[in-house]
């Protein structure tokens, strides 16, 4: 895939996918723009002290690294597992601009080399599965306490804002269990709805989109 570094409004780098005619992140801030979606309303929704996270769109490994770093903070042991059928080469992820500390810096980089297809830790407290595999015919069969929908926009992958994908993961999803995504449109909350999961809108980060939905079984 064709991709060019670009920065954003709050310094943080996103990559634009050209063949998709997207980028990773919002241009108002990827790095505002993930711990609101993904962290703030998503991740500390959960009071469980063990979470599975379930990552639809592991892109840039930029939610996965504000995941471990705010689960250091807390206490908290998190299971990481993400697909994404498009890995980014080592030039690129390299070139990102992400982890404000050297220690984060490092965090990022394991996360990017850990091997594809197995369980890794990267501390005895955060483990990540990364699988190279197109979600649409990805089989789930283990429990998930929190969906990061981070897939690019209905208008660009349509078929991944399905009624029958977000029903695949309703059914692996605990109960109390919440799904995050950016994107606030009619037809994704009407399809959420379908499904089984309560939804709501909720305010959006500050700059970016006006609203988000955040979904709960």
Same mark, same amino acid.
Request: glycine share 8%; proline share 3%; with cysteine.
């Given at each position: 895939?064709?991709?060019?570094?670009?920065?954003?409004?709050?310094?943080?780098?996103?990559?634009?996918? *050209?063949?998709?005619? &997207?980028?990773?992140?919002?241009? /108002?801030? !990827?790095?505002? #723009?993930? $711990?609101?979606?993904?962290?703030?309303?998503?991740?500390?929704?959960?009071?469980?002290?063990?979470?599975?996270?379930?990552?639809?769109?592991?892109?840039?490994?930029?939610?996965?690294?504000?995941?471990?770093?705010?689960?250091?903070?807390?206490?908290?042991?998190?299971?990481?597992?993400?697909?994404?059928?498009?890995?980014?080469?080592?030039?690129?992820?390299?070139?990102?601009?992400?982890?404000?500390? *050297?220690?984060?810096? &490092?965090?990022?980089?394991?996360? /990017?080399? !850990?091997?594809? #297809?197995? $369980?890794?830790?990267?501390?005895?407290?955060?483990?990540?599965?990364?699988?190279?595999?197109?979600?649409?015919?990805?089989?789930?069969?283990?429990?998930?306490?929190?969906?990061?929908?981070?897939?690019?926009?209905?208008?660009?992958?349509?078929?991944?804002?399905?009624?029958?994908?977000?029903?695949?993961?309703?059914?692996?999803?605990?109960?109390?269990?919440?799904?995050?995504?950016?994107?606030?449109?009619?037809?994704?909350?009407?399809?959420?709805?379908?499904?089984?999961?309560?939804?709501?809108?909720?305010?959006?980060?500050?700059?970016?989109?006006?609203?988000?939905?955040?979904?709960?079984?």
């Amino acid at each position: 895939m064709l991709q060019d570094l670009r920065i954003t409004d709050d310094g943080s780098h996103t990559i634009y996918n *050209s063949e998709v005619g &997207e980028c990773y992140h919002s241009v /108002h801030g !990827a790095v505002v #723009e993930s $711990e609101h979606v993904f962290v703030k309303s998503g991740f500390c929704e959960i009071s469980k002290p063990y979470v599975t996270v379930f990552e639809v769109g592991f892109g840039t490994g930029l939610n996965a690294l504000l995941t471990f770093e705010y689960a250091l903070r807390q206490g908290k042991s998190v299971r990481y597992i993400t697909t994404e059928l498009y890995p980014l080469c080592s030039d690129i992820y390299k070139a990102l601009n992400y982890g404000s500390t *050297s220690l984060e810096r &490092e965090h990022f980089l394991c996360l /990017h080399a !850990a091997q594809w #297809e197995q $369980e890794v830790f990267i501390n005895p407290n955060f483990s990540l599965k990364k699988q190279k595999v197109d979600f649409t015919k990805m089989v789930l069969n283990e429990p998930i306490d929190l969906v990061y929908f981070d897939a690019f926009s209905p208008e660009k992958q349509p078929e991944m804002w399905s009624e029958e994908q977000f029903a695949k993961l309703y059914e692996q999803m605990n109960d109390g269990g919440v799904l995050v995504t950016y994107c606030a449109k009619g037809v994704v909350r009407r399809t959420l709805q379908a499904v089984g999961f309560k939804v709501e809108r909720i305010q959006g980060p500050v700059g970016g989109k006006r609203e988000i939905l955040r979904a709960r079984k």
